[in-house]
Every structure is written in structure tokens, then in C-alpha cells.
């Protein structure tokens, strides 16, 4: 392999994108879009006195949902697509290397995927100095960012290379990023509630006649509640799960977080344990005074981030390794009714 030639192919990709319209279109779009939901965000969190880590952890949020929603579109075709064009085999005649194709491929997704990131930046600056964003914070949720390009990349440039046509290469593509982003809510959600268990609910007796509570006495009962703490695995390979565990949590001094981050965190880890007896007592000022806080379930339960990171690099991988095998070069036989030119 050679990073001039890896370049180059990357160069040719980008330079067939850049020369359409509808790739500036798509740019001022998602420009428009990021500005609107920046703007909004501010008027939701003006009631908080801490805006800026609120607004912050929507527009990252946001910015991943619209990566996973554009990226395969970008990738889906860019090896099957040359193959329809008559161009790839010309390639693969060439001093290029499968792995030299591959990469460039690879690398040209990645840049593309970057741009909407690179655009994103401004706003992401905005709801940082609106404040309460650590550095931490910040660092972090780049990266997370960057790894989900790169990995939506790889699973787009996998099954170009694994399926003859663009179309259900791109389709293939959008079924990986939905049973990825969705289907893991569903398996959780249904995987939990078809897993259930017995447990008991306590709370005071009221006194017929006065209608207060008996303070001295309890009431027992039965209820079933759903096993999520046996299924809470299947959200480890969610991208925004994977975004909201390993971005560190800003919490006040209630130990409520105060970003979308630490919400999305404190219900995952929440998930993880069993659960227990409920008890509502109505002669204490408060109902749910046994309940732990959001920072101690959240510092009591093990992160899954790095567990869901591998998950998806795991698939990206082996659809990528698949994709290499089959475009071999110099190509030795082709697949029924390929182009050469």
C-alpha cells in the first residue's frame, strides 16, 4: 500500500462530490438545520440558570443523528458505484492495491462525514460559551463523534463492496444504522417487559374515617415489574448511548445532571440494577425519599460505552474485511454484467 496512491483515490472520490450541486445543497441544509436547533435550544433551556451545558449536549446529539442519517448515503455506493460507472476495474488494472482502494475509499467517506462535523463546530463553540461545558466534556464528544464517522463509513464502504448494486448496498447500510439506533431501543424495551418479576410495594394504610395515614403499619403488596437489568445490554452498541456513557456528567449540587448527556447516562445506568422494594411513605415529607440520586446511580454502576464502541467495531470491521476480499486486485473474475468499459 502507499499513502500517495491512497490519497488519490480518496482525491478522485471527493473530487466527483464536490463537482455536483447537490453536495453544496446538502452542506446548506444541514447549516440551516443546526442553526434552527441552536436557536431553539436556547429558548427551551432560558428558564434553566445553567443554559450552556443543556444546549450543548442537544447540539452534539443532533449533530450525531444527522451523521448516521447522511453518512450512508455517502458511502453506501462509493465501490459498487465505480463498478456501474466502468471506472473500478480501470482502477484495479493500475498500480493501486486492494488495500490502496479500500483506504481511499475509507478516507474519502470519513472526509465527507467530517465536513458536516467541521460545520457543526461554530454551534458547538456557541453552546459551549454559554458555559458549564468542561473541556472534558468537550474532547470527549468529539471523539465520539469522530469514531461513529469513521465507523459509519466503514460500514458503508463494506457493503458497496459486498453487494453489485448501489441501491441495496445503501439500503443495507440504513438497516445496520436503524438496528444500531432503534433496534436496540426495541429489543430492550420488549426484552424487559417479556422478562418479568414479582416484587413488593409498601405504603401506609388510611384511616377510614379521618383519611390520614396510619403511621404505625404497613401494607403489603404483590406487583410484577420488568427484568431491564437482564436486557440493558442491547443498548451498549446504541450510538447515542455509547455518546451520553462516555461523556463526562455535570451535576448540581442536588446531584441532578444538567445536560442531556447525564439524563440520557442516569437512565441507562438506572437499567442496570434489579429491581426493588417500593416503598411510599406517606407519613415522610417526601414519597421517594429512599430513592438514590441520579449521581449515586450513576457512580454506583459500571459504564458500557467501550463495550458498545467495540460492538460496532466489531460489524464495521467485518463487513469492510468482506468487502476487501471480494474486490481483489488486479480482479481475477468479475462479477455477471460488471462494466469494464
Known sequence: MSAARIWT??????TQRLRSAGWYVLLGVFALVMLIATVLSFLSFSFQTQTGAGIYSVIVMLVLLLVVLIS??????SINGDREAATLASVQV??????DIMLGKLLAAVLTGSAFLAIAVPFLL???????VTPGALIVSLLVLAAEI???AAIGVGWSGLLSRPLFSVASTYLVVAALTVGTLIAFWLGGAAIQTETVSKHRPYDQATGQPICDSWVEDSVRQPRFDYVWGFL?????VVLADAT???YDDYGNPLDVFGQFKAGIRAAQHPPEVQIWDECAYRADNSRP???ETIESSAPSWFVGLSIQIVLAGGLFAGAWARTRTPARRLPPGTRIA
Open 9 to 14: 483515490i480518496a482525491r478522485l472520490e471527493l
Open 72 to 77: 450512508p448515503t455517502l458511502s453506501g455506493s
Open 94 to 99: 493500475t498500480l493501486a492495491s486492494t488495500g
Open 126 to 132: 456557541v453552546g459551549m460559551l454559554a458555559g458549564l
Open 150 to 152: 469513521v465507523i459509519v
Open 236 to 240: 451498549a452498541a446504541n450510538p447515542f
Open 248 to 250: 463526562p456528567t455535570t
Open 293 to 295: 440520586t441520579p449521581r
